[in-house]
């Protein structure tokens, strides 16, 4: 993993067109080191805020990282670089070669949001969205954390009735770059009788099943020990062939409880009874879709992170939340799926345990003290923007005292 000890230090000079992405990328950066000074652990992160809010987010979540690292003695090297619509008017393309390089040189990869209005008429290969599914696979991060967790301070902000949202803490295991979504043949074409035919490809092979459902199954024996498959395996092929590898690697795992689950069920079941769940596996569309529908009820989508995880290498961390476009820039946004995602960095990425928890429980502390964006906001809280509540957690990383759930 990235978080092992390395004293290899390689220099790589950021070429003159990213000289005006950010300060840190005017002088060469050093990678791959996590020595620093004595008594102290020194690990390179690269940050790709894109598009929207963004920039408002990582800025935050930088901030944070930096606080709950020097206390625990860790040192960070930061370099930013673009990814999406930034890139894309920077220089062109949606992932630069020098930011693929940047990235996988790194010790972990921080990722804000991509994606806007101002984009939306281009074509497809130079869509900022084609940004996002080239470093997921230039990185080879086959395997998606998705928690979401209905936090006591926050359950009168779910859309379900108190009695359904209170104690849901579930985590959706997102296979992340297989399916449809990669699958060949894909495109446009004309038929026989000259009509336009849009076609996508669902593949799996045996190798993608079985490494996501190891993860799952190591995820749920952490965690209670159940393990739903969410599949459609009544009709789709690659689903019968999911079904068939994921029970066949049960038997390796006697301590966790398997069950399947048809997809469009699963969809309703985590509206009607999501406290039955604990780790949901699945595709790469159907995680898509049901982490942003579990998303819903912890009460925000901008309260969720993940982490995305490879055999090796750096992981790519980010809040499962989009640009929002339209709050850009109004310090609106909520940034606590970006400052939770750079905790999931610490403990995933780098096995940095005490200072993701600092980080953890300064979020829930802020939350206990009333603190609310928009999107959270509820009568007799205090409603904040983006920057207030980032330093709110700030104020917060340096607490020795565990905060109270």
């Known amino acids: 993993m990235a978080a092992a000890l390395q004293t290899n230090i390689r220099t790589v000079k950021v070429p003159a067109t990213f000289r005006a992405v ?11 080191c996590a020595v620093a000074s004595p008594g102290k652990k020194r690990y390179t992160i690269t940050l790709l805020p894109g598009d929207g809010i963004g920039p408002e987010v990582v800025s935050i979540a930088k901030n944070v990282l930096q606080q ?25 393309v949606p992932l630069p070669e020098e930011t693929i390089s940047a990235a996988k040189e ?16 281009n074509e497809k290969h130079l869509r900022p969205e084609k940004g996002l599914l080239q470093i997921r696979a230039a990185l080879k991060v086959f395997a998606n954390l998705r928690p979401a967790t209905v936090l006591p301070q926050l359950v009168d902000a779910s859309t379900l009735k108190r009695e359904v949202a209170e104690g849901v803490d579930l985590m959706v295991v ?52 159940k393990l739903c498959s969410v599949d459609k395996a009544n009709v789709l092929e690659a689903s019968i062939l999911w079904r068939k590898r ?39 569309i159907f995680g898509d879709i049901l982490s942003d529908e579990a998303s819903m009820i912890t009460g925000s ?8 995880l490879s055999d090796s290498g750096p992981g790519l961390f980010e809040p499962i939340h989009g640009s929002a476009p339209d709050i850009a820039g109004q310090d609106k946004a909520n ?10 960095l610490l403990k995933y990425g780098l096995g940095e345990e005490k200072a993701a928890k600092r980080i953890e429980d300064a979020v829930l502390v802020a939350l206990n003290n009333g603190f609310r964006t928009g999107d959270i906001y509820s009568a ?26």
């Not at 206390?71 to 894309?88: D, Q, R, S, T, W």
């Not at 920057?387 to 759930?405: C, R, T, Y």
Request: aromatic share 6%; charged share 25%; glycine share 10%.
């Open 301 to 308: 989508i901008g309260m969720l992170p993940s982490a995305s």
């Open 335 to 344: 940034p606590l799926a970006t400052i939770l995602s750079a905790a999931m």
């Open 22 to 32: 950010s300060k840190q990328s005017l002088a060469p950066f050093r990678v791959r």
């Open 106 to 121: 790194s010790d972990a990869v921080l990722l804000g949001a991509i994606g806007g209005y101002k984009w939306d008429n």
């Open 380 to 405: 007799g809280t205090k409603l904040v923007g983006c920057k207030e509540m980032g330093e709110e957690v700030l104020k917060s990383v340096d607490s020795q005292v565990p905060a109270s759930v």
């Open 68 to 92: 709950a690292g020097s206390l625990e003695g860790v040192e960070f090297n930061f370099h930013e670089m673009p990814i999406g619509g930034a890139a894309l008017d920077l220089v062109g």
């Open 246 to 284: 994921v029970t066949a690697l049960a038997s390796e795992y006697p301590d966790v409880e398997l069950s399947h689950m048809y997809v469009d069920n699963a969809a309703m079941q985590l509206v009607r009874d999501p406290k039955q769940f604990d780790t949901i596996v699945t595709n790469n």
């Open 174 to 225: 997102r296979e992340l770059t297989g399916g449809i979504y990669f699958g060949e043949p894909r495109g446009i074409k004309t038929n026989e009788n000259g009509e336009e035919v849009g076609f996508n490809t669902e593949v799996y092979a045996a190798h993608e099943i079985d490494r996501i459902a190891r993860v799952a199954f190591e995820t749920a024996r952490k965690r209670r020990g």
